[in-house]
């Protein structure tokens, strides 16, 4: 099992940014995916997640009305589409995967797999 994430960098506030995880290694239709992020001194924070089972979608609501999850199975992908993006979004992001529970969370203790994570910087 491995995930890979990109597509982070650097861009002014206001700006955009879309972040993929390409998953290998398992069938990614039967888990949930989701995205986190963390800085450092904090804990990881869930941003999104997305649920295999039904396809609830969940955000936190900071990023609520400016970040989309998206995947396509059949790629094997998942992304994070970040707009509006603000100074406070800068982190460090994670890909995750987990099929054990019925839906997804945004807990970082019920994803089992992790990708190596990608950093945005939003700042002027």
């Known amino acids: 099992v491995q995930l890979q994430a990109s597509g982070g960098g650097r861009v002014q506030p206001g700006g955009s940014l879309r972040l993929s995880c390409v998953a290998s290694g398992f069938y990614l239709q039967y888990h949930h995916v989701a995205w986190f992020r963390q800085v450092p001194g904090k804990e990881r924070e869930g941003v999104s997640c997305?649920?295999?089972?039904?396809?609830?979608?969940y955000y936190t609501d900071s990023v609520k009305g400016r970040f989309t999850v998206s995947r396509d199975n059949g790629e094997s992908t998942f992304d994070l589409q970040m707009n509006d993006l603000k100074p406070e979004d800068t982190a460090v992001y994670y890909c995750a995967v987990d099929s054990r529970l019925h839906h997804c969370t945004l807990l970082a203790d019920q994803y089992n797999y992790w990708g190596q994570g990608t950093l945005v910087t939003v700042s002027s």
């Open positions: 997305n649920s295999f089972s039904d396809g609830t979608t």
